[in-house]
């Protein structure tokens, strides 16, 4: 079936079809592309072809690359790190040195000495090193054999869902205290704050205290942005002064500004306890510096016994066998990390009911 389709992520779920149509046999699965109608994506036959032609390695990756890029794109816009405004991009592996205070520079008189812009650095120089958030979907055999951009869109997005959830929960989870191969939320440690309840005049004061306590840690609030559920932001843009006027009328769902700051929402911020609660995150993003290229790997399985479970342990466990019921595994791994440039980049309001 042809089709023009040209959306962000096209070709990483054409690449994963053909594999998994091939049952992971890269000279099978070339010929699979080749036999399809994808003018719109040729980058999955290049790609493909770097696993059967025996291409050194640096040429292998940059036949490759298209694809993870291309699945790395459509991730974006669908994961909350991406979407925060004002964080600093950085490469891999790069040492970086953390400062407590930027910086000033000074006029200097005609033939006079000039000074040294002077910073107050933190302690230890960092650099952050690849981490790395994998992502396993299982699909029929007949929905991988459908040559249509649903079955595509499916492939994508329950991938893509996958993806999205993990990373943001790591990024923004104020519990999340890192591991070895998971980085720390960037609200780890932040200062935190009790919602004191949900009418007009307590959010106004919660939310106040918010700014105050990050422009008190030395922001100035122009890289600052609010991170919520859409529930928290739709709440709130319902939310009606005494005489009847919306209160917080650039509040939407699917974020706007609050108090001038832009609002970014997800419906990956965490919820907590029963009754089930969350929290309104106030973040200066100009703390923040974020690491990734755009690398992405992917890879398919059929013939495997799999724990159906999120939280999968090891040991003795129920397997369920991909072969007997005529599905397949298919996996994305996505390579980034991210760390805080400097304290005060966060400030926390918890126990959000609405």
């Given at each position: ?25 890269p000279t099978a699965a070339m ?207 319902r939310l009606r002064g005494t ?25 990956n911020v965490p919820l907590v ?82």
């Amino acid at each position: 079936m042809s089709t023009n389709i040209t959306r962000k992520g096209l070709a990483a779920a054409r690449y994963l079809r053909s594999l998994a149509n091939a049952e992971g046999d890269p000279t099978a699965a070339m010929a699979y592309a080749e036999g399809q109608d994808w003018r719109s994506t040729p980058s999955v036959i290049r790609a493909l072809k770097a696993a059967v032609d025996g291409l050194d390695a640096s040429s292998a990756a940059a036949l490759i690359r298209p694809v993870a890029i291309d699945f790395a794109e459509y991730l974006r816009p669908l994961t909350l790190v991406w979407r925060v405004p004002g964080v600093l991009h950085v490469p891999f592996n790069t040492r970086m040195v953390g400062m407590t205070a930027g910086g000033s520079a000074s006029w200097v008189g005609e033939g006079a000495p000039k000074p040294l812009t002077a910073a107050i650095l933190a302690e230890q120089a960092t650099s952050l090193g690849p981490a790395k958030v994998v992502a396993i979907s299982i699909a029929t055999q007949e929905l991988l054999r459908l040559s249509t951009p649903s079955a595509e869109e499916t492939l994508l997005a329950d991938l893509g869902r996958a993806c999205a959830e993990a990373v943001d929960l790591a990024f923004i989870d104020p519990a999340n205290a890192g591991t070895v191969d998971k980085p720390a939320s960037v609200t780890y440690g932040a200062p935190s704050f009790a919602s004191t309840g949900a009418t007009l005049g307590a959010i106004d004061g919660d939310l106040g205290g918010l700014i105050g306590s990050l422009s008190d840690m030395g922001s100035d609030l122009s890289a600052a942005a609010w991170i919520m559920r859409p529930t928290t932001a739709a709440y709130l843009a319902r939310l009606r002064g005494t005489g009847g006027g919306l209160a917080f009328p650039t509040v939407t769902a699917r974020g706007g500004t609050l108090f001038g700051l832009p609002v970014v929402t997800s419906g990956n911020v965490p919820l907590v306890g029963s009754p089930a609660a969350t929290c309104i995150v106030l973040l200066d993003a100009d703390g923040i510096a974020l690491a990734d290229e755009g690398d992405a790997t992917f890879d398919v399985a059929r013939h495997a016994a799999a724990q159906m479970s999120d939280a999968p342990y090891a040991g003795a466990q129920q397997l369920v066998s991909l072969w007997q019921l005529n599905m397949v595994a298919l996996r994305a791994e996505r390579t980034v990390n991210w760390r805080r440039r400097r304290t005060g980049t966060a400030a926390v309001l918890t126990g959000v009911g609405y």
